[in-house]
């Protein structure tokens, strides 16, 4: 038998979020050993090209507002060279009436200035965008694609080192190191600091360490659609992103005239079935019609091109779970990103690294983070008699709470 492999930092999962803080580290100078259960980076839900990100900016859940704003400036920072900044539009919600004074103050109240986001009337939004709703412009809003950036940043590193096709399936405290196994039970790679970033299956892994986190997938499938030329939907396609109830990309037309139209996403709790399905696209089509207010739309004429399938890892409350596992001293968790895979990766690299590097928080208090907002995202959140600290909760035993009613998006 080979002798395991000893790493001071291992991170396990090598989808936007194991790549991010795998790279956040190898930039802070520190030497990272990257598992993957697949071949290469990106696999599983990060093999989507069509991300988009912007802040949230719903009314309600004041701590997912105040989270996404910090998350979304360091994504943009972050990703700025591969960032396709095409803006989104968030049109106002059907049964609500618009009110520009009240949205303006509300945007306001979050932190967001004119640069980031602007409440507009119909007319100025068909100017503006080219779409006739009332809503807000989120103009640095963006679109990423995951799987060509997780690739770009676990590219050849003189600190790097990859271990693929290796599935870890059971962590062991042992003095103060952490012992990964395999499926065989074989001993794979001894660590310091283990950041456990493999979506859904951390659930498994932490078990193995009597932790239970209250995970559950969420199916999802984003339509390609194409348009004829000279069809109706022409002037309806968007020009810029709209995000609310699903979103999509600005229409992209080609040569022949003819148009691509990315439009998701359908949403299965509890479901992990990677088939594509004839019922997600006919979801998705209604969708697309409610986005571009186009309920006469002729959804036939949507014809179908491709699609990304994907599972999100969703925790009880929907907020990601990031931060050290206080539990168990060296476990580190970014987990649960939901559908904002970006904005939490970003915040996930800066959070994480913090606290094992046992660094100050001076750049993320800078970005507005507060001791109640590391607090959010801790892992301890779940475990009774969690009680927050400014660097996550510490709790009395791994007893799960599901905390109920808060529903953020
Ligand atoms: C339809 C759909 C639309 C979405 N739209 C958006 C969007 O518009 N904007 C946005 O920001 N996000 C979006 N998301 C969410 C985003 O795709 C995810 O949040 C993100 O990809 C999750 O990244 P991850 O690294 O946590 O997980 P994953 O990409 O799933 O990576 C986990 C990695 O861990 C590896 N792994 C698993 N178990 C083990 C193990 N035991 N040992 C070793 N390796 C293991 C896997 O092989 C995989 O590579 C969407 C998701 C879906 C499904």
């Given at each position: ?40 980076p990106a696999t599983g839900c990060s093999s989507h090209a069509y991300a ?50 009240e949205m303006t103050e509300h945007l306001c109240s979050l932190g967001l ?29 963006a679109c990423l694609n995951l799987h060509e950036t997780s690739k770009q ?257």
């Amino acid at each position: 038998m080979t002798k395991p492999q000893h790493h001071e930092l291992v991170v396990i999962g090598a989808g936007i979020c194991g790549a991010t803080i795998a790279n956040e580290l190898l930039e802070r100078g520190k030497a990272v050993c990257i598992i993957d259960a697949a071949p290469s980076p990106a696999t599983g839900c990060s093999s989507h090209a069509y991300a988009i990100a912007h802040p949230h900016i719903g009314k309600g859940s004041p701590r997912l507002l105040r989270l996404t704003r910090i998350a979304f400036l360091l994504a943009e920072a972050r990703w700025k060279n591969v960032w396709q900044q095409h803006g989104i539009f968030q049109p106002t919600k059907k049964d609500k009436i618009f009110n520009r004074a009240e949205m303006t103050e509300h945007l306001c109240s979050l932190g967001l200035d004119q640069d980031m986001a602007i409440a507009m009337d119909a007319q100025e939004a068909a100017r503006v965008c080219g779409i006739e709703q009332s809503g807000v412009w989120l103009p640095r809003g963006a679109c990423l694609n995951l799987h060509e950036t997780s690739k770009q940043l676990l590219q050849d590193h003189e600190y790097l080192t990859y271990l693929w096709n290796t599935r870890i399936v059971r962590l062991e405290e042992c003095g103060n190191q952490w012992h990964l196994f395999d499926s065989s039970n074989q001993l794979i790679v001894t660590a310091n600091k283990v950041i456990v970033a493999c979506a859904m299956d951390a659930k498994a892994l932490l078990a193995s360490i009597d932790i239970r986190l209250p995970l559950k997938p969420v199916r999802g499938q984003l339509s390609i659609f194409s348009i004829e030329q000279g069809g109706a939907w022409i002037n309806k396609l968007p020009r810029v992103g709209i995000s609310g109830d699903g979103y999509c990309l600005p229409a992209k037309q080609f040569e022949d005239g003819s148009y691509q139209w990315i439009v998701g996403s359908s949403f299965d709790e509890g479901e992990d079935e990677l088939t594509p399905r004839e019922t997600s696209d006919d979801f998705n089509r209604e969708q697309a019609r409610g986005l571009v207010n186009y309920p006469e739309g002729d959804l036939r004429a949507l014809t179908k091109a491709g699609e990304f399938v994907g599972i999100r890892c969703v925790a009880g409350d929907r907020l990601p779970i990031i931060g050290a596992l206080t539990q168990r001293p060296g476990i580190f968790l970014a987990t649960a990103l939901g559908s904002r895979g970006i904005l939490w990766s970003a915040l996930a690299a800066k959070l994480v690294t913090a606290q094992l590097l046992e660094d100050d928080f001076a750049l993320l208090a800078r970005f507005g983070f507060a001791a109640d907002l590391v607090a959010a995202l801790a892992p301890a959140r779940f475990f009774a008699g969690a009680a927050p600290s400014a660097l996550g909760a510490l709790a009395s035993n791994s007893k799960p709470i599901l905390p109920v009613g808060s529903k953020a998006k």
